[in-house]
């Protein structure tokens, strides 16, 4: 840990929950935070496809539930908590097979009180998820079974067509959506910070992080300008989807973490930055900011 450092780098986190966390990570591996704030947790407006879940699992039309995230957990739990108390809701989650998509919704139905026949290892994609099925499909057999799926905030083709070719009887259940920060101002400052080639390095922890700076900077009618500079930053992606997002949009993955968690992204982030930022930009050294 004493070599890892960033010498003074500028390093951009579009973190929300974690901010102040991130932001002290950063310092204490000699980096300059600089954290804008990109996703809003909202609950839908209506909770149709919560209480609906909460009707079927109730009539045992519910052979599999799906957990993807621990927010997911907690979010589901709430929307249904008027027709479906917590005990009552831990205690029909216990009659039927739970798939976690690793340690956070584990963590999530463990307080809820819910045993987790299968936990999705890392990187906890959705096809680690596919490939865990396969492997356990003598034990949890999903042709013919009814799974409900909890998403989050977006809908998951790939794992929904996964399922459905493996035989599966699918229901998606959204119990809350992304929005962009109802302030916008530091995600429109990391965009002018990320043109002037203020920010050296980028930490995209999900794909909606990247999308929702893309977005401001459309409304900005600085995309273009973004695009083209962040050619001169070094990203680092949390995984394999977060990748995945970033080449759809010509943006080089310069670094992806061996552990989809933060302390690991930015840690290797600290080790690894300088160099690949010599490398970008063309620069006999870098070392600290006024070196860039």
């Given at each position: 840990?004493?070599?890892?450092?960033?010498?003074?780098?500028?390093?951009?986190?579009?973190?929300?929950?974690?901010?102040?966390?991130?932001?002290?990570?950063?310092?204490?591996?000699?980096?300059?935070?600089i954290v804008a704030p990109s996703v809003r947790e909202v609950p839908l407006e209506s909770n149709r496809e919560a209480l609906e879940f909460a009707r079927r699992l109730a009539a045992g039309e519910v052979d599999m539930v799906i957990f993807t995230t621990g927010v997911g957990v907690k979010?589901?739990?709430?929307?249904v908590e008027k027709v479906c108390p917590r005990d009552e809701l831990s205690s029909r989650l216990n009659d039927v097979a739970v798939v976690a998509r690793g340690p956070k919704p584990t963590a999530a139905l463990k307080d809820l009180g819910v045993r987790v026949s299968l936990t999705v290892p890392e990187p906890n994609t959705w096809r680690d998820l596919l490939i865990l099925l396969d492997q356990s499909k003598n034990t949890f057999p999903i042709a013919g079974r009814r799974i409900a799926v909890q998403e989050y905030g977006v809908t998951n083709p790939e794992l929904s067509a996964g399922l459905q070719e493996r035989g599966a009887i699918v229901t998606l259940v959204n119990v809350y959506q992304w929005a962009l920060p109802e302030d916008l101002s530091p995600l429109q400052n990391a965009v002018e910070s990320i043109i002037s080639d203020n920010v050296h390095v980028l930490l995209v922890a999900s794909s909606v992080q990247i999308r929702h700076l893309y977005?401001?900077?459309?409304?900005?009618?600085?995309?273009?300008?973004?695009?083209?500079?962040?050619?001169?930053?070094?990203?680092?992606?949390?995984?394999?989807?977060?990748?995945?997002?970033?080449?759809?949009?010509?943006?080089?993955?310069?670094?992806?973490?061996?552990?989809?968690?933060?302390?690991?992204?930015?840690?290797?982030?600290?080790?690894k930055s300088a160099e690949i930022l010599r490398q970008k930009r063309g620069l006999n050294s870098v070392g600290t900011e006024d070196q860039i």
């Open positions: 840990m004493a070599n890892i450092t960033f010498g003074g780098l500028c390093v951009l986190a579009l973190e929300s929950r974690r901010a102040r966390e991130i932001a002290k990570l950063i310092a204490n591996l000699g980096g300059v935070p979010a589901l739990a709430s929307a977005k401001v900077a459309e409304s900005m009618a600085r995309q273009r300008a973004l695009h083209e500079a962040l050619s001169r930053v070094v990203i680092a992606s949390i995984g394999p989807l977060t990748s995945e997002e970033l080449r759809s949009r010509s943006l080089s993955v310069d670094i992806e973490c061996t552990r989809p968690k933060m302390g690991f992204l930015v840690q290797e982030a600290a080790e």
